[in-house]
């Protein structure tokens, strides 16, 4: 296949481009070299490519900086992504537009499942659902893929096991919340599930995590007894003690329904942080 990646360069870009799809015939995209906000840039690229799929993986991750310019916020993850899909749609090549947990509102008390309502709270979460409103409606064959807590080796988020144990070593305790609950999900396992998800040709919605889910206290605690740092005191705290401008949605698991049904699942997440842990 000839598969475009925009963020070439981001966790799971990268992962798919030098990891996973090492087989195909791969261009890609990315800062400072190509900007998805300029269209006729990203419209020739793609458009120079031919690609029969574009994996949409930029993003403006940074969701407290999304809160403080949520107008640069949908530039980049709303109307960029209406240029991706407008380019996919000019040479007929599908696309996958990789998405959120945030989307949904974190009220519920079962994980969320692909057909349920979203509901933004926070301008990250905003303009991610915008991006799922373009592809949507400008393609008839697009995958939206919505993973959670992503990580990857070289991860600076505090989702990536290898930067908790940093902090853990460098401040000696940490203060973690307890109410803040998703599915920890290893890059290299998700791009597995993308690479198997773009062969079925079953456009649609899809949720794909590491199978299970938890808080972010336990996560971390399972992170430091996997490497050997269950002495690390580990306070827990709530999210309003720990205020920030972004509040993320509390209760946000998602399940996996609809690839499930194609045969494509991942691991449990505790085998994936310890696989993650000892590549380190
Ligand atoms: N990270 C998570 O925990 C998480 C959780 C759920 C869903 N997701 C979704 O998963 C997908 C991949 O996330 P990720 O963690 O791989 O993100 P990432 O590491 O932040 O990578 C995104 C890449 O896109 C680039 N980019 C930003 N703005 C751009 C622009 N205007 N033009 C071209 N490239 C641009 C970034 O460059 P700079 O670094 O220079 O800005 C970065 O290289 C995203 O759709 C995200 O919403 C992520």
Redesign the pocket.
């Known amino acids: 296949m000839r598969i475009f990646i925009?963020?070439?360069?981001?966790?799971?870009?990268r992962t798919l481009f030098h990891q996973t799809l090492t087989g195909d015939t791969l261009a890609g995209?990315?800062?400072?070299e190509?900007?998805?906000?300029d269209r006729q840039a990203i419209d020739a690229a793609i458009a120079d490519f031919a690609p029969d799929v574009v994996i949409?993986?930029?993003?403006?991750?940074d969701v407290d900086g999304c809160a403080r310019d949520p107008d640069k916020a949908y530039l980049?993850?709303g109307i960029?992504t209406q240029n991706v899909a407008l380019a996919c749609a000019a040479c007929n090549a599908a696309m996958v537009?990789?998405?959120?947990?945030?989307v949904f509102d974190g009220t519920a008390t079962q994980p969320y499942r692909e057909w349920d309502p979203v509901n933004p709270i926070n301008p990250y979460a905003k303009s991610?659902v915008a991006g799922e409103w373009f592809a949507r409606n400008l393609l008839t064959r697009f995958y939206i893929v919505?993973?959670?807590?992503?990580?990857?080796a070289g991860?600076r988020?505090f989702?990536t096991p290898s930067r908790i144990v940093q902090v853990a070593d460098e401040r000696g305790a940490l203060k973690v919340v307890t109410d803040e609950v998703s599915n920890p999900?290893y890059?290299l396992d998700l791009a597995a599930g993308i690479a198997a998800l773009i062969q079925t040709g079953a456009y649609g919605i899809y949720h794909l995590t590491n199978a299970g889910y938890t808080s972010r206290y336990d996560y971390v605690r399972e992170v430091l007894r996997l490497a050997g740092r269950e002495h690390v005191p580990v306070e827990p705290i709530s999210l309003d003690d720990f205020q920030r401008p972004s509040t993320p949605p509390r209760f946000a698991p998602l399940a996996n329904t609809a690839a499930a049904a194609l045969g494509i699942t991942l691991r449990p997440w505790q085998e994936a942080v310890a696989e993650f842990l000892r590549a380190q």
Do not use: F, M
Request: charge should be neutral.
């Open positions: 925009t963020g070439s360069k981001g966790q799971l870009g995209c990315d800062l400072p190509l900007d998805i906000t949409h993986c930029a993003v403006w991750s980049v993850n960029a537009y990789v998405s959120t947990n945030e991610k919505r993973t959670a807590w992503l990580y990857t991860g988020n989702s999900t890059a």
